[in-house]
DNA sequence: AGAATTACGGACCATGAGTCCAGATGACGC
DNA sequence: GCGTCATCTGGACTCATGGTCCGTAATTCT
């Protein structure tokens, strides 16, 4: 099922479109089963979502990696969010799909997770929780679909977009002030 | 029709779930008419929106007021920042309906307006016409009403917010580096 | 093998955006 | 004042879609 609608997704124009029952015919399966297994439309997008965001997860906990664990923060940070950015501009649809329907984006469990981890590494740099807290919303505000899109459709390119980043992350994480 | 739009907007805590019928009926109007007038519920909206954001315009181009055209780039552009913010703490649910609505965002006028104002006056803080568009961005990104609302909730209070904001914009603003 | 429990699929329901047309309302000429 | 024509209006209707429900099939247990 997640396969089917991973597939599904990944070819439309709009994914927000795609009906669950588009999804459960594709699957070969019946509408209950889909709902069954993912309780609602939100559950089976993270469900993707998560399945998706699956090697990243593993990659940033794997030691020795440029993003591994051991990597001094300032410098993980920006691994993360360019590791973030490569997976939205490989994944847009799917993302769009997560983050254009309606419902609290900011309650999803992939956001909230990457959040946390975004607010630690930023803590790390010298700023307060509170602190961290405001940036690392910023941070994955700068990474939505929609600005990327934009961005992309203005002629950035993808190295563009990840020093545009990386510039951010200079800008917003230096230590307090006040 | 937008009064009685406003008004049901506001009284809910869930601005999604109010339907263009409900809307109607409150406006003493046939579904029709309601149609007619706007368009489409994301013109409705919008139509709402631009009417609320009214005085803020107005404010924005009387000589000599605090955000006024001829005050200084740096200046009016907090001065904008914090009057949006107050406009959406003040319409919390109106703001929910237009960001939360699925369609695009960044297209709508108003957001459109905005942006555009934003890097204008970014632009004139000494940075690139490119960059000054990414980060009228991530101000707007700050601004959003998910953002902002969970940040309430975590306790802050509008003048941490305020606060907040200026942080973000002294940071975002200076002048280019590389 | 037969009973009991669980999982399945797709018909069914509820809701809400957007369409459409029969009739009301108003403008205009006589 | 009245008939005709054009325009506008309201709400019944269509259609799409998320989510539920239940008869039946599969599976497990004895």
Redesign the interface.
Known sequence: MLAAAETLLAGTTSP?AVSMDEIAAAAGVGKGTLFRAFGSRDGLLDAVFASRLDPLRQELNRPGSPVGPDVPAADRLVGVLLLLLDFKLDNPRLTTARE???????QAPHYRWVHRLLQDLVAKTGRTA??A??AA??LL??L?V??IT??QA?G?TREQLGR?LE??VH??V?PD?H
């Open positions: 927000a254009m329907n309606g419902t609290a984006l900011l509170d602190s807290d405001v919303h910023l505000g700068a939505r929609e600005v934009e961005l203005a950035m545009y510039d951010v800008r917003l230096g002030e």
